[in-house]
Each structure stands twice: as structure tokens, then as C-alpha cells.
């Protein structure tokens, strides 16, 4: 794609709770918010902080599979519950599995670039504790291609995608080597979690983080090479921010300083119906954030913050080697020192991550991009990383599928 | 014949009971497995669930879809293999309500015993009465084919006794499962001397294809798990009543069961455990492990008291705890009863509970709860890490508490002294998997 000739701003980041188990408030036999909650919820944080939500000119909601967990579809027509206003504006849903939110993101920066829009309200919600595990992994499996791959797939079927990555990776890079990166990214994950009192981990008190993560696998009751702390959970919730062009951040009130600019982005998109070439690569990740950087001219040596799509530790480790921080082979190693630890050399998943915050998948693209509001314009609470003059940029990584449609975007403040 | 054959017709009596219906659970889980293995293709399965209580019958078969479609949930990953050639079975969405369908419908329920005749495989399940049992075997070997082996969950009766009363020439065993059998992965083993080679042979093969420890146990009444929990309940029973001088009974039976659960850092406490069996089956245990076990007084009058006052504890239809020696609200104990005016005296931190707690003394350092530990990889540290400041504290809890350790040492000693037990392991465990306490009775912690 090319270079929008206007420049595309996104301000007023809001996330909910994500919820699910290790949150104190869930318990699975009692009634919970559905849908409609979060959404109004996500929509109502957001035109808390802008003036007259009748500015807002459109919205974008990106959802991946209500129609299966909720048994709701027409998700566009849910957004003028959010506010009265909103009625009879054109909405629209989007949908490209776990990486839905990164598509609602791009299809909002569309309408702006394209002078549609001047204020775009985006929306990304999932509420999937409506099934047991079990079942929801079928629902998840839609993220594959059901045709081909479900039957001979694993009861878990996107734990099992991603264990086969694991498992190449073991062959190639050695088990330990592999399983040590892992539990240092899953030990990341809690501990920059328990800094934010949204993330599903928040409450997480267990004393030794990296043992957990070194659970070895057991393929009677889970997959073959990950375990549970491997994984993200299965989370309820929304988040949501604004697009905007200069006038619209004119029109509703904002300061540039409180918003940031969306200075490149990049999306590809690979066929469902093909399984990765090389397990050990996430080349569509790689496409996807190659573009980014064309656009943009920047490079991972001008990135000080980085949101990876970690569903699964293995996931966030290959995606630091798709992004350029590490070379083929290096990632483990890289995140065993430390290296994208808060604050050192890469702050990296800083709110906690898929693993650590939760991941309401059709909505976790749109909470990457809020928390890249909150982190640029200093907003983010404990959370705050120190940000680094020499490396203003922000960059997000959102995946659907097997690395297949994938969203990056790259951001920095706004001046 | 062989372990396969034996299985196509399997009779449980006393179906609809706590232990009939998990036994039940666990035999339909099983056999819809069986039946599903290419060399079984097209063969018949029966399941008879026989008991004399026909209204219960609706709920049984309720409690088996739904605990079936539990056990389907958590086995997904070998169904689906199970099933692989089956095309139209793709999701999980389809393949635990086959597993579901397929196990129900091996199953048949009635009243009447002559539903069993065929059956091959008999587990008895019936209440813990000697003489209903020997009754009901006595018939249903009449019933039944010559070699059909005979399978009983008694607690306390001795084997040898069934056998020579019921004149079944070796063909029944001591399967003894853990409440809830479907959970617990214990099952203790009694053969009696007369038990034959080939029913030692099922039940081993038996125990391996539902996935259960099996701890060997000799045929004395109670065997090990019921030795070691009966006098260990009368044990805390006899310091509650010694601690009611300064504490009122009551009183004594908050700190007894307090000091058990914390500081012995078990799952739960004495009393709450004894509530959860039901205080009438543990007093019927005590009576019949009494009635043949000699020298040794294992009777306890404070239980004959509750059970006149009808305070027996034990479970709701819905699985939550009755009230009986604790008042339960959520499943926590709230309150104790007092005897003398029948009714509960409810915990009172800012009263009298408090008081009680005050006298106990702090918990020594390094205390965490047993669900803590449970999950903690370096359980055995820091339980020895406690244990150890326990010695070294001087404060009434910890002194009520070194003595239930060395008392329950002792009890699980005499286990193996007696030859109940074939040793020290093997009580140890029993008390791990059926009581899922974390360490044994027989350690080296005290
Ligand atoms: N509850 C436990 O914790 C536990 C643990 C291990 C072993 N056991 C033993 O298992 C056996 C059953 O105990 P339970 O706790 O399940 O008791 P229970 O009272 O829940 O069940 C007994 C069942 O037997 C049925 N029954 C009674 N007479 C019958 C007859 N003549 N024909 C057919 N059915 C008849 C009753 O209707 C009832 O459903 C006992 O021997 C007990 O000692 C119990």
C-alpha cells in the first residue's frame, strides 16, 4: 500500500478488564457481562475523553467469531448502544481471526487517509468464556482452515499449531535453549502484568514465575510441546480508541501532544488453506512489518516500544525474529537476557501481553494500538515505560491465524 | 476368559448410591471405550445398574449424562483419536456427545436382580450392612453363571467373611474405591486367602484401564485407609473431649479440627472430613471394624450421640456439604455443634473463636495453607522447613499439633506392625492419593 498523502492520528485509548480465570472477580458458573457490555464499555471510556461524541463520523469493530461465541452476528449494528449519537452512522465490522483488530485498525486509518472520515470510532471486542475451554478451541480453530486441517487436528487445535512450531524449533535450536526462552517470556509476561490492574494476570501471585514456565510438556492432557503457561487464556473484553484526521482531532477537542501519529503500516495476508513452509519462520509477520518499515523508513534500531502478538510464548519469540530484533535462531537467547525485559533494551509487551493482560482475540489489535497511545503519550500509568529520545517510534504486531493475517502498524507521538 | 470378554456384561448393585453411581460413571466410561476399538466392532455391551430405589433412579441417568459429558471434556485428546476414522466427527462439538451417547447406551436400569444374570463382572455397592450383603450375593450366585467374579467396595468387612458366608469359593475381592470414585485416584486392593488367581488378574488389568493406584491391602477389617482414618478421627475425638474442660466440647472440636487442617496442613479438617463421609457411615465403620478387630476399644459414644441427634453430615444431591460435627456456609465450616443444646454455636473471631485462636498461639513461620502447597514444586522444603519451627514452638497449637503428627505416625506404623499394610509406602500411599494429604503418616518430618 502506499503512503497516505494525509497524516492519520489515534488518540483517547481506553481498555476494559480482561476477564477471565487468575481474575479474582471470575467465577465460570456465575452470570457475567456479554457482549453488548463491553462494547458499550469500551465505547463509553473512549467519548469520555473527547467532547461531543456526535464528531464522530463513523465505526469500525473487529470481532472474530460472536456468531460462534455468542451466537450474535451484525456486530455494526451494536455500536449505536454505545451512544445515541451514533445511530443510523455508518458502521462496519471486520473480521480476520485473532488478528480482527489489527484489520479494524487499517480499515479505519483507510477511511481517514481517504478524507471519508474525519473522527473514526474503532472497536475490538471478543467474549469467549460463554464455552469451556474445550469447545472454545473449536470456535478458535475457525482460524484455520476447517476444511483441511480440523479433522486430523488437535482437540486444542491452535495450542497444537503452535506446539508444532515449538517442537520444530526444539529440533533445531535444542529443547532447553528453546523451553528457557519460553519460560523468561512467560516470567515477563506475569510480572509486567501485575503493574496493570486490567490485565487478567494482575492478581497472579505465584513466587516462582520461571519455574512454572518450565512445566514440561504433557501430550496426554495438553500438547506435545507446550503447557499451560505456554498459552494465552481465554479472556472477555474490549478496548477501543479514535482515528482521526488534523481537523478531526480539531473537531473533538484533543491535543496533538495526547495523541500519535500513525507513521507507517503494513499488512499481508497468506493463504488459510496452505500450513507454514518453514515452522520455524513467521514470514507473513515478516512481510507485513518489512512493509511497515518501507513505508515508514524506519528499522527495529528507531523502535523503543513494542507490542508482539505473544498467544503463545513460542509465538513472541519467533515474532522478535519476523520484526528484525533478533537474527534467525537468536530470540531465545535475546529474551533469556533480559533484553525485552520493562525498560532494557526493548520493552517489549509492556501491559502484559496476550499471555499476561489476556487476549479477547477480535479485540486484542485495538488494545495493542490503546496501549500504544497510553505508552507514546505518557499515559500508561505503572505500566509507563522510559521512553528513549533516540527511539520515539512504537510498533504493533497483530496476527490472525497460523501467521497468516497479519497487521503492523507503527506510531509515534504526535507534535 | 479374558479381561475383554468378562466385560461385555457388568452388573453394579447399589447403583444409585455415592459409591454405585461413580463406580457406574466410571464401568459406562469404559465400556464405550471398549466398544469403540476396531477388534470389538459389532459386539454387545451391557451395563446393569440395579438398585432397590427406583425413584432414584431419573437421577442417575441425569448424574451420568452429565458427569459423562465431564469425563468426555477432559479425555478430548483421546477421542479424538478414538474416533479419527469417523468423518462426520470433526469438533470437539461433535465428538464428546458421541462418547456421551455411545456410553449411555450400553447402559440398562432396573430393581430387579435378574438383570444381572448374564453379567460376568458383579460390583457390589450396596449400604455397609454384612448381612444385606451376604444376602445379596448368596442370590445373585444362584442367579449368575458359575465363574462370575464378584467385586465389593465394602470398607470394613473383611473378605474372607463375604466369601465363606456367601460360599463364593474365591471369587470375590476387595475393590475399594475412594469417594468420589471418578475423581480419586486410589483404589485399595483386598484380596482374601481364598480370592482367586484370575480375579486378582481382572482386577489388576481393571484398575490399570481406569487409571487408579492400586495399593495393595491385607484382609483386615478396615483395611489401610479406613484403619488409618477411624483412629485418627477417635484420636481427635478423645483431645476434643480432653480440651473441654478449658474450651467446652465444642470448643475442642473447632481447635481439634482447626490444629488438623493447618498445622498438619492437610486439605481439610479432622471433623470437616469426617462431616464429608457423613458422621452415620464413619460410626457404622467404627462399629464394624470394632466388632473384629480385638484389643483395641474403637467405639466412641460422642458418635452414637450425634447420630441419635441426627446430625449426620455428609452430601446434598447437589454435591454441597450437610451440616453435621461443623456448620458449613459456601462450603467453609462457619460454626460447631453444640450437643448439650443441640444447636451450632457459630465462629466468632471477635469472640469466643477468636479467643480460642489467641490461645492456640501464632502459626510458626514458614506456615502455608495445603492449597497453597499442593502446586508448590518445592512442597517438601518447605514442609520441612515448618515442621522443623514447629518443634521449636511453644505455643498450645503446636503442641496439640506434634502430638496428632506423632499419633498419626504411630497409627500408620501399626498398619504395617499388624500386616495390614505390606508397608510403610504403601500407607503412605493410600493417605496420598485417597486423602490427598502431602506428605505420609510414616515420615521423618517429626
Ligand atoms: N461413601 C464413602 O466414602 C465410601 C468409600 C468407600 C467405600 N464405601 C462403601 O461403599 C458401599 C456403599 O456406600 P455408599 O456410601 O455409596 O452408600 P449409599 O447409601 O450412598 O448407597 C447405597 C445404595 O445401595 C442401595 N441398596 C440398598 N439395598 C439394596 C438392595 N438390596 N439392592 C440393591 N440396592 C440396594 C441403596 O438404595 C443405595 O442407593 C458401602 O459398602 C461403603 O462402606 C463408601
Known amino acids: 500500500m502506499k503512503r497516505p498523502k494525509k497524516k492519520v492520528y489515534a488518540t483517547c485509548g481506553?481498555?476494559?478488564?480482561?476477564?477471565?480465570?487468575?481474575?479474582?472477580?471470575?467465577?465460570?458458573?456465575?452470570?457475567?457481562?456479554?457482549?453488548?457490555?463491553?462494547?458499550?464499555?469500551?465505547?463509553?471510556?473512549?467519548?469520555?475523553?473527547?467532547n461531543d461524541p456526535e464528531n464522530i463520523d463513523e465505526g469500525v469493530i473487529g470481532n472474530f467469531m460472536a456468531a460462534r461465541f455468542n451466537k450474535q452476528g451484525n456486530l455494526a449494528a451494536l455500536i449505536p448502544t454505545i451512544h445515541p449519537s451514533l445511530e443510523f452512522k455508518p458502521h462496519t465490522r471486520v473480521e480476520g481471526a485473532c488478528g480482527s483488530g489489527g484489520l479494524a485498525l487499517l480499515t479505519s486509518v483507510k477511511s481517514i487517509a481517504s478524507e471519508l472520515s474525519d473522527v473514526v470510532l474503532t472497536i475490538g471486542v471478543e467474549v469467549q468464556n460463554t464455552y469451556k475451554a474445550i469447545y472454545g478451541a473449536d470456535i478458535l480453530g475457525g482460524a484455520g482452515h476447517y476444511l483441511s486441517q480440523r479433522k486430523n487436528g488437535h482437540a486444542y487445535f491452535f495450542p497444537g499449531q503452535f506446539s508444532d512450531r515449538a517442537g520444530a524449533c526444539y529440533d533445531k535450536f535444542g529443547y532447553e535453549h528453546m523451553r528457557k526462552g519460553m519460560a523468561c517470556w512467560y516470567k515477563q509476561a506475569v510480572e509486567n502484568a501485575r503493574r496493570n490492574p486490567k490485565a487478567q494476570e494482575y492478581h497472579n501471585t505465584a513466587e516462582d514465575l520461571f519455574a512454572l514456565g518450565m512445566t514440561p510438556p504433557n501430550p496426554k492432557v495438553f500438547v506435545d510441546h507446550l503447557n499451560v503457561y505456554d498459552c494465552s487464556k481465554v479472556s472477555d473484553g474490549a478496548s477501543a480508541l479514535l482515528f482521526c484526521s488534523e481537523e478531526g482531532l480539531k473537531k473533538i477537542g484533543i491535543d496533538k501532544k495526547d495523541a500519535i501519529e500513525v507513521v507507517g503500516f503494513g499488512i499481508a495476508v497468506a493463504d488459510v488453506t496452505k500450513l507454514p513452509e518453514d515452522l520455524t519462520i513467521m514470514d507473513t509477520t515478516k512481510k507485513a512489518v518489512e512493509k511497515a518499515y518501507n513505508m515508514s523508513g524506519l528499522g527495529p534500531q528507531d523502535i523503543g516500544v513494542l507490542e508482539l502478538h505473544d498467544c503463545f510464548t513460542i509465538g513472541g519469540i519467533l515474532a522478535l525474529e519476523a520484526t528484525g530484533f533478533c537474527k534467525y535462531g537468536e530470540a531465545s537467547g535475546f529474551v533469556q537476557d533480559g533484553k525485552t525485559n520493562f525498560n532494557s533494551e526493548i520493552s517489549t509487551n509492556s501491559t502484559g501481553g496476550l499471555i499476561g493482560f489476556g487476549h479477547y482475540t477480535g479485540g486484542t489489535g485495538v488494545r495493542q494500538a490503546a496501549d500504544c497511545v497510553h505508552q507514546l503519550t505518557e499515559k500508561a500509568g505503572n505500566c509507563q515505560v522510559k521512553l528513549n529520545p533516540d527511539k520515539p517510534y512504537a510498533l504493533m504486531i497483530s496476527m490472525g491465524g497460523n501467521d497468516r493475517t497479519v497487521t503492523a502498524m507503527i506510531f509515534r507521538r504526535a507534535e | 476368559m479374558d479381561f475383554d470378554q468378562r466385560l461385555h456384561n457388568v452388573t453394579i448393585i447399589g447403583a444409585a448410591g455415592k459409591m454405585g453411581s461413580g463406580i457406574s460413571l466410571l464401568l459406562a466410561a469404559e465400556m464405550a471405550k471398549a466398544k469403540n476399538r476396531p477388534e470389538n466392532k459389532g459386539s454387545s455391551y451391557r451395563l446393569n445398574l440395579i438398585d432397590i430405589k427406583d425413584e432414584a433412579?431419573?437421577?442417575?441417568?441425569?448424574?451420568?449424562?452429565?458427569?459423562?459429558?465431564?469425563?468426555?471434556?477432559?479425555?478430548?485428546?483421546?477421542?479424538?483419536?478414538?474416533?479419527?476414522?469417523?468423518?462426520?466427527?470433526?469438533?470437539?462439538?461433535?465428538?464428546?456427545?458421541?462418547?456421551?451417547?455411545?456410553?449411555?447406551?450400553?447402559i440398562r436400569m432396573g430393581t430387579d436382580l435378574n438383570m444381572a444374570k448374564n453379567s460376568k463382572v458383579i460390583f457390589e455397592a450396596v449400604l455397609e450392612n454384612k448381612d444385606l450383603k451376604v444376602d445379596l450375593l448368596k442370590k445373585l450366585d444362584s442367579l449368575c453363571p458359575d465363574d462370575t467374579l464378584y467385586l465389593t467396595n465394602t470398607s470394613s468387612i473383611p473378605i474372607n467373611v463375604l466369601n465363606d458366608e456367601a460360599n463364593l469359593g474365591g471369587r470375590i475381592i476387595g475393590f475399594h474405591f475412594y469417594n468420589p470414585p471418578v475423581v480419586q485416584?486410589?483404589?485399595?486392593?483386598?484380596?482374601?486367602?481364598?480370592?482367586?488367581?484370575?480375579?486378582?488378574?481382572?482386577?489388576?488389568?481393571?484398575?490399570?484401564?481406569?487409571?487408579?493406584?492400586?495399593?495393595?491391602?491385607?484382609?483386615?477389617?478396615?483395611?489401610?485407609?479406613?484403619?488409618?482414618?477411624?483412629r485418627d478421627g477417635l484420636y481427635a475425638i478423645s483431645e476434643a473431649k480432653r480440651l473441654a474442660g478449658d474450651f467446652t466440647l465444642a470448643g475442642g472440636i473447632y481447635v481439634m479440627d482447626k490444629v488438623s487442617r493447618d498445622l498438619l496442613v492437610r486439605p481439610m479438617g479432622i471433623f470437616q472430613l469426617i462431616d464429608y463421609v457423613g458422621v452415620d457411615v464413619y460410626q457404622c465403620i467404627s462399629e464394624t471394624v470394632d466388632s473384629y478387630i480385638e484389643g483395641e476399644d474403637l467405639k466412641d459414644d460422642l458418635l452414637q450421640k450425634m447420630v441419635d441427634k441426627k446430625v449426620l453430615g455428609g452430601q446434598m444431591a447437589d454435591g454441597s456439604q450437610k451440616d453435621g460435627f461443623l456448620k458449613y456456609e459456601k462450603g467453609r465450616?462457619?460454626?460447631?455443634?453444640?450437643?448439650?443444646?443441640?444447636?451450632?454455636?457459630?465462629?466468632?473471631?471477635?469472640?469466643?473463636?477468636?479467643?480460642?485462636?489467641?490461645?492456640?498461639?501464632?502459626?510458626?513461620?514458614?506456615?502455608?495453607?495445603?492449597?497453597?502447597?499442593?502446586?508448590?514444586?518445592?512442597?517438601?522444603?518447605k514442609l520441612s522447613g515448618f515442621f522443623n519451627n514447629l518443634k521449636s514452638t511453644d505455643t498450645l497449637g503446636a503442641k496439640l499439633a506434634l502430638a496428632y503428627l506423632k499419633n498419626s505416625k504411630e497409627i500408620g506404623q501399626k498398619l504395617v506392625d499388624s500386616k495390614v499394610a505390606n508397608s510403610a509406602e504403601d500407607v503412605n500411599a493410600v493417605l496420598l492419593n485417597g486423602f490427598y494429604h502431602l506428605y505420609g503418616p510414616i515420615n521423618n518430618y517429626i
Open chain 1, 14 to 50: 481506553f481498555n476494559t478488564i480482561s476477564l477471565g480465570t487468575g481474575r479474582r472477580e471470575f467465577h465460570p458458573k456465575k452470570p457475567r457481562p456479554g457482549l453488548e457490555y463491553y462494547i458499550q464499555e469500551a465505547g463509553k471510556g473512549v467519548i469520555a475523553q473527547m
Open chain 2, 333 to 381: 465450616p462457619a460454626g460447631v455443634y453444640d450437643l448439650d443444646k443441640s444447636e451450632y454455636k457459630m465462629f466468632d473471631p471477635d469472640g469466643w473463636s477468636g479467643e480460642v485462636d489467641r490461645k492456640l498461639g501464632e502459626y510458626p513461620d514458614g506456615f502455608y495453607p495445603w492449597r497453597k502447597l499442593l502446586i508448590d514444586l518445592k512442597k517438601n522444603d
Open chain 2, 57 to 106: 433412579m431419573d437421577g442417575l441417568w441425569n448424574y451420568m449424562q452429565a458427569q459423562l459429558t465431564k469425563i468426555g471434556e477432559k479425555s478430548t485428546v483421546f477421542l479424538r483419536d478414538m474416533y479419527k476414522n469417523r468423518e462426520n466427527l470433526v469438533e470437539n462439538f461433535d465428538i464428546i456427545p458421541q462418547f456421551v451417547s455411545d456410553a449411555l447406551s450400553v
Open chain 2, 185 to 230: 485416584r486410589l483404589a485399595e486392593l483386598i484380596s482374601c486367602d481364598k480370592t482367586t488367581s484370575e480375579l486378582k488378574e481382572f482386577s489388576n488389568e481393571l484398575a490399570k484401564r481406569l487409571r487408579k493406584v492400586i495399593v495393595p491391602a491385607n484382609d483386615i477389617a478396615g483395611f489401610i485407609g479406613n484403619g488409618h482414618f477411624l
